[in-house]
């Protein structure tokens, strides 16, 4: 077993640290490459239906409820619009505070997931509640600006009091077979994060394959991200099921070989409590009960909270409610 | 730390009925009950229902009748009025899915999940394809250009196992109706329910009486229908032992017959393979249904460079397999299906330990009453083992090594069987070769037991002869000879 330090502070020692799970005196290129490719392949139809079987995990009575506060809580709250004001941010933070009015034992969301200019707003917000505020960093959603600028977006969020930053992978490097700049970026990120947790956003949607997902899970996690992020929410498709599946067999064999642990966010399109059960049932049987904090594994989401109290209603009351006796945020 | 605890989440067993005694279904019609026997739920040992013991006599009636409605009405009808039958018989099986994934579930001891995802709806698959090729026959290229259009033999007696009572029903009947044969169908000793239940689809589907008689009983019963000198073709499922004496009982008459045996599968993992589906495949290949498949994936030849890494890679996933109650919908492995089962299998697992086989199985608590056996992974098999040569039919997965793709042909054919194999590699063109060489009827590339009812199945060597499904099953159904050599002139 590689020991990997969870104090790590430079650059250089991500790079010291990469090399030494290689098992290379240098970081090429070419050895990124080697080590990536020789990852064992993700067959496709075995994936998707292994995904499905999990899918059909019946979550009744008492295990339903506990998965519905569970999920509620692992949720990054988000809103990551061109139109969101400093009014919509207070508001979502409102509904992070008092996630259902109805009922105060309603368990509070993880964190409200804002682009860098909304963290002071969503800060002031939150207050002292613990509720972390993360945000989007590195030119988000396309990741299409020089490291300079990326890294001053990062800077700038985490000044405001960001949390957690939630980074874009460039996937043209990644899809060009240029490893080392996607490494190198990830790690220059990281340093700039400073306290801040990283989330790494693969743009699962735009990498395509299983094979790569695979391998854009292990180079994040070599370059120091505290957890790996399916998607953006602005590229189709986002979270997927066998995707999230594929990053949780990547954490899981991560922290055999490191000993360390690496969290996952699937992010875009789960909308159902139906959906978000299912998540749930395959980071318990994938990478197992360790992951089922919100230290580990998050929803990035926005509609998802409300259907989660709806069904949480129901669970108390025995009806259905309706939209209404939900608040929009 | 959380615990992600399911829930119990049972289905329910008041969607069906089941009576307290159950007769022949003959002519259309059951008859009283008599000779009766008990069926038990293997999960907790409680007797579901008595069912009637069919003695010689029966058997003639049951054969007579076929015979008068293969000659009366179903040998005479057109391919698409037989069509439109299986067409409704398919449909029925849909609606009624869930009633027949209960009743199953019940006799047999397999998780709901598996009737329900895999069984009934197979069964429902078949029915439908063998629907279409009714009035297709004469374009199936069974018969030369220019000879005589394929014809039915006339009266099919089945026997079929106890593993897949009612997918193995729809793999007989379908073919034999589609063809315009009748049919004398025995099921399993231990599994009768759900083929009298299929009884009642039969009236359901205004199928012409005599068409199909479903007689219940032990392997006497099943002797005296192979034996029987009114009965054209014979389709059996089951043992080799009893494979072979079928064969040899049928030797010297014109009665045809295919036979559908035993395996001992070699699941070949290279150590390219996308391991982590190659575990699912290997979980997949023995423990569905308890490991008590025909094709299961028995032997697991894992490359030697990569054997440690698969095994803890499969027990870590065997560790999350759920073992239990057979109607909760989240059970993976439900009960074995008979006392008998569970003492061969047992005492196999015992005899492989005693020839140095390591023995495994994850932490799980099987329930007290009924017949249990713990998902079992035994290391260190060689060859010459018992558990490497004779089929098990039970969750126990024997564990090999080899170093090169020519060890692991040669491996994998050094059995008396060959009926499947699975391959697992990302290299295509290794795909490839290893099909070619491989002595099994059906060989999967990076999957397991995956079934199709257009893909023809069945067996080399001691795994039996004939296929069934696809174009293939056809023939064994139909003869192109002169018709004045055939049960259809008679």
């Known amino acids: 077993m590689v020991t990997v330090s969870t104090t790590t502070r430079t650059a250089q020692d991500l790079t010291a640290q990469a090399r030494d799970v290689l098992g290379v005196s240098r970081l090429t290129n070419h050895a990124l490459t080697s080590w990536l490719h020789g990852l064992p392949g993700v067959d496709q139809v075995g994936c998707e239906a292994r995904a499905a079987s999990l899918g059909t995990r019946s979550v009744k009575t008492t295990s339903k409820a506990w998965a519905i506060d569970t999920a509620i809580g692992m949720i990054d709250l988000t809103t990551l619009e061109g139109s969101d004001t400093v009014g919509k941010v207070r508001s979502l933070c409102a509904k992070a505070l008092v996630p259902d009015p109805l009922d105060g034992t309603t368990p509070r969301p993880a964190a409200i997931c804002v682009y860098g200019d909304m963290v002071a707003t969503a800060k002031a917000a939150l207050g002292d509640s613990g509720i972390h505020v993360a945000a989007v960093a590195t030119a988000f959603p396309s990741g299409r600006a020089s490291m300079p600028v990326k890294l001053a977006d990062t800077r700038d969020a985490v000044e405001a009091g960001a949390d957690e930053i939630d980074m874009v992978i460039d996937r043209g490097a990644f899809l060009a077979g240029d490893y080392l700049t996607v490494f190198n970026q990830i790690a220059e990120v990281k340093m700039a994060c400073g306290a801040a947790h990283l989330k790494v956003i693969m743009e699962t949607g735009e990498l395509v394959t299983y094979d790569n997902v695979r391998r854009a899970s292990y180079l994040s996690m070599l370059a120091g991200g505290d957890f790996i992020k399916t998607s953006t929410g602005k590229v189709q498709p986002a979270a997927t099921l066998p995707v999230t599946l594929v990053m949780l067999e990547a954490v899981r064999d991560w922290r055999e070989l490191t000993g360390s642990q690496v969290g996952v966010k699937p992010a875009g399109g789960i909308k159902t409590t139906k959906d978000a059960i299912k998540y749930l049932v395959m980071v318990s049987e994938i990478a197992g009960d360790d992951w089922l904090t919100p230290e580990w594994f998050r929803f990035g989401a926005s509609s998802l909270l409300n259907d989660l109290i709806l069904q949480r209603q129901k669970l108390a009351t025995g009806a259905y409610s309706g939209a209404d006796y939900v608040t929009i945020d | ?490």
């Not at chain 2, 009405?73 to 899915?97: D, H, P, T």
């Open chain 2, 1 to 490: 730390m959380p615990k992600f605890e399911y829930a119990p989440a049972p289905e329910s067993r008041a969607i069906v009925t089941i009576e307290k005694s159950y007769g022949l279904f003959i002519d259309g019609a059951f008859t009283r009950p008599r000779a009766t026997f008990p069926t038990l739920n293997p999960a907790d040992e409680t007797v579901l229902a008595e069912v009637s013991q069919a003695s010689p006599e029966d058997v003639d009636t049951a054969v007579a009748a076929a015979r008068r409605a293969y000659e009366g009405v179903w040998g005479r009808m057109s391919g698409a009025e037989r069509g439109k039958y299986l067409f409704r018989i398919a449909r029925i099986l849909q609606e009624r899915a869930r009633e027949f994934a209960v009743l199953e579930t019940l006799d047999n001891g397999k998780p709901i999940k598996e009737t329900r995802d895999v069984d009934v709806p197979v069964a429902a698959a078949h029915f439908f394809y063998h629907a279409g090729w009714a009035d297709k026959l004469e374009y199936a290229g069974l018969s030369a250009s220019g000879a005589d259009v394929p014809r039915p033999h006339g009266v099919v007696g089945q026997v079929i196992p106890w593993n897949f009572p009612l997918l193995m029903l729809a793999w007989k009947i379908a073919p034999a109706l589609a063809t315009g044969n009748t049919v004398v169908l025995k099921p399993a000793e231990t599994t009768p329910l759900s083929a009298l239940l299929f009884a009642e689809v039969c009236q359901q589907a205004d199928l012409p009486a005599g068409v199909v008689n479903i007689i219940t009983g032990d392997g006497s019963t099943g002797q005296a229908l192979v034996e029987h000198p009114d009965v054209d073709k014979i389709a059996f499922t089951g043992s080799t032992d009893v494979g072979k004496a079928i064969a040899r009982s049928i030797a010297g008459t014109s009665k045809k017959a295919t036979l559908e045996l035993g395996g001992k599968a070699a699941n070949i993992v290279f150590d390219d393979a996308p391991l982590d589906q190659a575990v699912e495949g290997i979980v997949n290949g023995i423990f569905f249904n308890q490991g008590q498949v025909c094709c299961a994936g028995s032997r697991l030849l894992v490359q030697e460079n990569v054997h440690d890494q698969v095994v803890a890679k499969l027990k870590r996933r065997l560790d999350t397999l759920r073992v239990g109650d057979p109607m909760d919908k989240n059970s993976d492995l439900g009960a074995i299906n008979s006392r008998a089962q569970l003492d061969r299998i047992t005492s196999l697992v015992e005899a492989g330990v005693a020839e140095g086989a390591e023995r495994w199985s994850p932490e799980c608590t099987l329930p007290a009453k009924g017949y249990w056996f713990p998902p079992t992974v035994l290391t260190g098999v060689s060859q010459t083992h018992r558990v490497a040569t004779e089929e098990i039919f039970g969750p126990v997965l024997s564990v090999l090594t080899f170093r090169t793709p020519q060890e692991a042909v040669a491996k994998a054919n050094n059995t008396a069987y060959g009926l499947s194999a699975g391959v697992w590699t990302e290299k295509g063109s290794r795909i490839l070769w290893m099909a070619d060489q491989l002595k099994a009827g059906v060989v999967w590339a990076n999957t397991f037991n995956r079934f199709d009812p257009t893909s023809p199945f069945g067996g080399y060597k001691e795994s039996g002869y004939g296929r069934e499904g696809g174009r293939h099953g056809l023939e064994a159904y139909v003869t192109t000879a002169p018709a004045t050599l055939t049960g259809a002139a008679r």
